[in-house]
C-alpha cells in the first residue's frame, strides 16, 4: 500500500525526525527507519554510496517476490513433463499409425486374393449348374456368403482402427497443443493470487509438535501459552474467537496413528507476535521442560511439498559429490538449495 505522506514510517507509523536515518524500498517505494528494518549502519552506508548501485527491497516484497518465483519454477517443471509426455505420446502415436499401414496393406492383399478366388469360384459355379442338383448349388452359395462376410468384416475392422489413432491424434492435440486463444495465463495468474492469499492467513499461526495430548482444550491453552512464553520471554497475544484464543489440534480426535500426540495449530494477534517466537525457537533446545517440543511455521500444501523436493535434491546432490571424493556440502537457506561456504 502507498503512502501519500512520505514522512512516515511504513512499519511503526511514526514521523521522521530530522536526525533519523531512512530507507527506500526499491520495489514498493514505501520508506522505513533503518532500526525498523533491521539495516545496520555499515550497511545503510554502503546503500547510500551513489556508486554503488545497490537496491534495497522490503521483507515484504522478498517474501512475495521469492514465493512467486518458486511457484512459477514448479510451473516449469511441470510443463517440461507434459512435454516429455507428449513427445512419447506422439511417437507411440507414430508407431500406430505405421502398424495400421502395414494391416491396412495385408487386408487389401487378402481382398484381392479374396476377389480373384470369387471370380475363378463363380467360373467354377457356373461351370457345375448342369450337373449339381439344387442342394448341391445352395451349399456353394452358402460358403460364397461366408467369404463375403468375412471381407465386409476385414473392412470394419481397418475403419475401427483408423477411427482410434484419428481420436488418439484428437487427444494429442487438445491435450498438449496449446491454440493461440489459451486461457492458461489467466490460470496461472489465478493461482499465484490464490497460493499468495493463503500463505498471508498461515503468515499469523504456527503449529506445535510434541505437546502432550491430554484431550482437553484448557490444559492445551494452558501448555501452548506456558511455551510461547518461555520462548518469546513476554506474554503473547493470542486471536480470539468467543472470547478464547483460537489454538486448536490437528487431526481426529482419538487419533492413535504413529503413537504420537496430535499437533497444535495456533492463530497469534500478528505476524510480528508469530515471526518473534520464530526467531527464537532455539530456546526450547536448552528448556527442562520442553526440549522435545518442535514449532514450525504454518505452511501450505505448496510450501511443504517445495520443502519436500529441497530435500530430496539436497540429497542428491551430496550423494553425488560423495560419489566424486568432494564434500557433500549442499543445504537449503531461505527456501534455496546452494553450496555452503567455506573460509580458510
Known amino acids: 500500500m502507498e503512502r ?69 519454477a514448479n510451473m516449469k517443471l511441470r510443463l517440461d513433463e507434459v512435454e516429455t509426455q507428449r513427445l512419447k505420446d506422439q511417437e ?62 476385414n473392412c470394419d475392422a481397418i475403419q475401427a482402427l483408423e477411427n482410434r489413432i484419428s481420436s488418439m491424434e484428437a487427444v494429442q492435440v487438445d491435450s498438449y ?49 506456558e511455551i510461547l512464553q518461555e520462548v518469546s520471554g513476554k506474554e503473547v497475544e493470542f486471536d480470539q474467537m468467543c472470547n478464547k484464543p483460537r489454538i486448536y489440534r490437528l487431526g481426529r480426535y482419538g487419533d492413535s496413528s504413529r503413537n504420537k500426540p496430535r499437533s497444535i495449530k495456533v492463530h497469534l494477534k500478528s505476524t510480528e507476535e508469530c515471526d518473534g517466537i520464530l526467531q527464537n525457537i532455539r530456546k526450547l533446545s536448552q528448556s527442562a521442560q520442553h526440549s522435545s517440543v518442535v514449532i514450525q511455521p504454518d505452511l501450505t500444501p505448496m510450501q511443504r511439498s517445495q520443502i519436500r523436493m529441497l530435500v530430496m535434491e539436497r540429497k542428491r546432490r551430496n550423494s553425488q559429490a560423495i560419489a566424486n571424493n568432494e564434500e557433500p556440502d549442499w543445504m537449503i537457506s531461505s527456501g534455496f538449495l546452494h553450496r555452503r561456504r567455506h573460509y580458510h
Not at 57 to 71: D, E, G, P, V, Y
Not at 184 to 201: F, G, H, S, T
Request: hydrophobic residues 35%; aromatic residues 4%; glycine residues 2%.
Open 177 to 225: 497443443i496449446m491454440p493461440s486463444d489459451s486461457n492458461l495465463p489467466d490460470r496461472a495468474i489465478a493461482a499465484v493470487a490464490n497460493e499468495l492469499e493463503e500463505r498471508k492467513k498461515r503468515n499469523k499461526s504456527i503449529v506445535l509438535h510434541n505437546v502432550p495430548d491430554k484431550h482437553d482444550t484448557s490444559n492445551d491453552i494452558k501448555a501452548v501459552t
Open 4 to 72: 501519500s505522506d512520505d514522512n512516515q514510517c511504513a512499519k511503526c507509523d511514526i514521523l521522521f525526525d530530522a536526525n533519523q536515518k531512512s530507507i527506500h524500498c526499491s520495489t514498493c517505494r514505501l520508506k522505513f527507519h533503518t532500526n525498523c528494518a533491521k539495516v545496520s549502519d555499515a550497511k545503510y552506508e554502503i546503500l547510500m554510496e551513489e556508486d554503488a548501485g545497490i537496491l534495497w527491497f522490503c521483507k515484504a516484497c522478498i517474501r512475495t517476490t521469492s514465493n512467486m518465483l518458486n511457484h512459477l
Open 92 to 153: 507411440e502415436v507414430k508407431s500406430l499409425s505405421q502398424k495400421i499401414v502395414n494391416i491396412e496393406t495385408t487386408l487389401k492383399n487378402i481382398q484381392s486374393k479374396k476377389e480373384e478366388d470369387l471370380d475363378s469360384f463363380k467360373e467354377m459355379v457356373g461351370d457345375m449348374l448342369e450337373d449339381f442338383p439344387q442342394n448341391a448349388l445352395r451349399r456353394c452359395q452358402s460358403t460364397f456368403d461366408i467369404t463375403a462376410q468375412q471381407v465386409e468384416g
